[in-house]
């Protein structure tokens, strides 16, 4: 069945590549995004789309597209440079534009999918993280105008089910990566490719033991797209089970870019989790998905991309 399908958050980076995959099924998309942290030029290639409409949409005042058979809710600064700087906007985000989200998705018995975070389970004292895992969030630190706005997002959702029936899916996105990332937001992936490529030291910040897991974007589409398609209700994990240490990570960017840079170490943020890997059995066993493309496979992906962005930054 074709939809119309409104993304909000249609412009960034995991935004724009979800409206492809939309538009690669025969759906129609609208984008809402207010370009905070996003950019036109990452929806640039769809202009002449029919299917496609862009609406500069600020998602934290109330807002209507028309009828929609299918919200995805995107919309929120997600690198933890972006959201510090843009504290109140990413806490508004989270709580009014969720809640405004999730009343257009009412009012037009539309589905509703929430673009949920890892950082739900804060600084983990369970390894891996099952979706069943509560989390360990500070809920007054630097951090928490992002995590404590998601897990509110979580519990909206799951009240609009509860309450009003909105059928609804809620991923808990690990560490995405991939191109359309912007090269100056500060994740590790971006700076470390933007620092290699131009010859500068890598900036691991603590002694880099602490780890994430990377998830390419395409393996990170798919398996959105199949919870999208599934009937499940309740979180579902979608990263790559595979965990580096930063510094590991570090190594890679320097041995896929060919890159003579040295690393160089800087203090770690306040409240930087120290672990991060997610159990996927329940991808696996619900969605069918599991994750293809590795580390290194995936920087090599993703490095025409990144030369392409320095260079037009440099301009
Ligand atoms: P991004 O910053 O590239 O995209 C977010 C988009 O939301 C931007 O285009 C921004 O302009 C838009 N936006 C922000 N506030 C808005 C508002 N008030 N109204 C309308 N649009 C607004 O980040 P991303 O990596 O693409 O993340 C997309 C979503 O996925 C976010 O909700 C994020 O929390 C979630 N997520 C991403 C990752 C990851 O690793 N990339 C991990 C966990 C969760
Ligand atoms: N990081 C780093 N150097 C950088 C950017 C990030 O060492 O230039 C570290 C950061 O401290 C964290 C990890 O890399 O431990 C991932 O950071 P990112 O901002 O990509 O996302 P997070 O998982 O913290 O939300």
Redesign the pocket.
Known sequence: MKMRVLV??G?????SHLCDALLGEGHSVVA???????RARNVHHLRNESRFEFRQ????EPFDVGKVDYVFN??????PV?YMVHGI?TL??GSV?TFNALEVARRHGAKFFM?????CYGDPLEHPQKESYWGNVNPIGPRSVYDEA?RFSEAATMAYRRYFKVDVRIVR????YGPRM?LN?GRVVPNFMKQALRGEGLTVYGDGSQTRSFCYVSDEIDGIMRLAHSSEQEPVNIGNPNEFTILDCAKQVLAVTGSKSRITFEPLPQDDPKQRRPDITRARTLLGWEPKIYLQAGLKLSLDYFREALAEDQH
């Open positions: 909000t958050g412009a960034g980076f995991l935004g809402a995004d207010n370009l905070l942290t996003g949409v600020d998602v934290t995107f919309a929120s600064p997600a690198s972006d906007p508004k985000v534009g673009a949920s975070t890892s950082e998601k996105i690990f560490n995405t912007q937001d």
